[in-house]
């Protein structure tokens, strides 16, 4: 069975950090690209980042570029996203998801539940 399991959300004041991590396992492809998509107040989803299979390749969002980074431990499916400097426009629920890769959600089969994010003024 797939699972994409996000941990480490919560609420944080602004200027500060967290650091988020999904737990992936039963992935039917050994090289897929793992996205991070948040999904906004304003309910749209949004593009995070991404990283692929082996680690080597990121991709940043605009929004995001400069303050956050991504990285993965390949052996143990795991990936993180390190998150600096939040804002409160960072406020959002936070989607792992696995698949073919992309900036695009259509690029991504496989979904964890989320996790929120919280950025106080």
């Known amino acids: 069975q797939v699972r994409l399991v996000e941990s480490g959300g919560g609420l944080v004041q602004a200027g500060g950090s967290l650091r988020l991590s999904c737990a992936a396992s039963g992935l039917p492809s050994r090289t897929y690209v793992i996205g991070w998509f948040r999904q906004t107040p304003r309910k749209e989803r949004e593009f995070v980042a991404s990283i692929s299979y082996n680690g080597q390749f990121f991709n940043y969002g605009d929004s995001v570029k400069g303050r956050f980074a991504i990285s993965r431990d390949v052996a143990e499916n795991t990936v993180s996203v390190q998150m600096n400097s939040l804002q409160p426009t960072d406020t959002a629920i936070y989607f792992c998801?696995?698949?073919?890769?992309?900036?695009?959600?259509?690029?991504?089969?496989?979904w964890g539940q989320g996790t929120q994010v919280t950025v106080s003024s």
């Open positions: 998801a696995a698949g073919p890769g992309g900036s695009r959600p259509s690029g991504y089969k496989f």
